[in-house]
C-alpha cells in the first residue's frame, strides 16, 4: 500500500522517474478523481502518483474535484501529501525557476466546494488550520534540499486565486499589501479538504513567472512553460531525494 502521494500540478502530470505498477480507476462519494491513480515506484519505494488537472492537463483550476481527488488518496492509505503547484511570484526574490516551500495560505478562491463537513452531521466541525501544511513534511523537503545542494526558498505566504486567468498589476499590489508572497490557483481548497481528511500535506511550489507588473510586460504561456521545465527539473531532483526519506 502506497502512504505516500505526489499531486502533480502544471508541467507535472506524469513523474518519469515512476516504475509504473499499476492504475486505478477511482470511483468516490464526491465523484471522479481528475485521473486514474497511478501507483509506481520510486527509488524502490511505493507511491502514488495524480495529475491535478487530469492526465492530459484539460481540468482548469476552478472546475478540479478537489475533494474526490482528497478523498481517493485516503481511500488508498495515503497518510502524506506532496502537492507540486505552479505559482507566480511576488516577491522579488522568487525568481522563475526557484522553488518555494510556503508555510502560510490567504485564500481569495469563490464559489469551490471548500469542506467535506457540509452534510449529515451530527456536530458542526471547524477544522484547526493555523498551521496550513505539516511542519514535519515541510521539515523534511527543506533539510533534504539543503542537504543536496538543491535551492529552495522555506517559508512564505501562498495566495489562493480563483482564476482561470492570471491577475492584474493592481490585485498583485494588494495581495503584496495583504503579505502574500505568491501567487497560484490550486492551492485551496485543496489543503483545507487534506485538513480535514488528517493528511499531512504539504505544498512544493515551482515559479513559473514573477506575477502580474513584477516581470515582463505580458504572462504567456511559453514564458510560464519555459521556466516551469527549469523548475519542475528542480522539483523532481528533490523529490527523488525526499521519497526515500517519507517512505
Ligand atoms: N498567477 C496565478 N497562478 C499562477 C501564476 C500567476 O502568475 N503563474 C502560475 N500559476
Not at 492537463?57 to 502524506?80: C, D, F, M
Not at 503584496?176 to 485551496?188: A, I, K, S, Y
Amino acid at each position: 500500500m502506497a502512504t505516500l502521494a505526489i499531486i502533480g500540478g502544471t508541467g507535472l502530470t506524469s513523474l518519469k522517474d515512476l516504475h509504473l505498477t499499476r492504475r486505478e480507476v477511482m470511483h468516490t462519494p464526491y465523484g471522479e478523481p481528475s485521473a486514474p491513480l497511478v501507483f509506481g515506484e520510486m527509488c524502490g519505494k511505493e507511491l502514488l502518483f495524480l495529475p491535478r488537472h487530469g492526465a492530459g492537463h484539460t481540468i482548469p483550476p476552478h472546475k478540479i474535484n478537489y475533494r474526490a481527488n482528497l478523498w481517493a488518496l485516503k481511500e488508498s492509505g495515503v497518510e502524506k501529501v506532496i502537492a507540486v503547484n505552479a505559482v507566480g511570484a511576488i516577491r522579488a526574490d522568487m525568481t522563475p525557476g526557484k522553488l518555494v516551500v510556503p508555510d502560510q495560505i490567504i485564500d481569495y478562491t469563490w464559489s469551490r466546494t471548500n469542506t467535506f463537513f457540509e452534510e449529515g452531521l451530527n456536530h458542526v466541525t471547524h477544522i484547526d488550520f493555523t498551521e496550513p501544511y505539516s511542519a514535519a513534511l515541510r521539515k523534511v523537503l527543506i533539510d533534504t534540499a539543503t542537504d543536496n545542494g538543491i535551492e529552495v526558498i522555506g517559508e512564505g505566504t501562498y495566495a489562493a486565486t480563483q482564476g482561470p486567468r492570471l491577475e492584474t498589476t493592481a490585485e498583485i499590489n494588494k495581495l503584496e499589501r495583504d503579505g502574500c508572497d505568491l501567487v497560484g490557483m490550486t492551492g485551496m481548497p485543496e489543503a483545507a479538504l487534506a485538513r480535514e481528511l488528517e493528511l499531512d500535506y504539504v505544498c512544493l511550489a515551482v515559479v513559473a513567472n514573477m506575477g502580474a507588473g513584477r516581470g515582463e510586460p505580458t504572462i504567456t504561456m511559453a514564458m510560464i512553460e519555459h521556466y516551469l521545465g527549469e523548475g519542475m527539473a528542480r522539483a523532481r531532483q528533490l523529490l527523488e531525494q525526499v521519497v526515500p526519506r517519507l517512505v
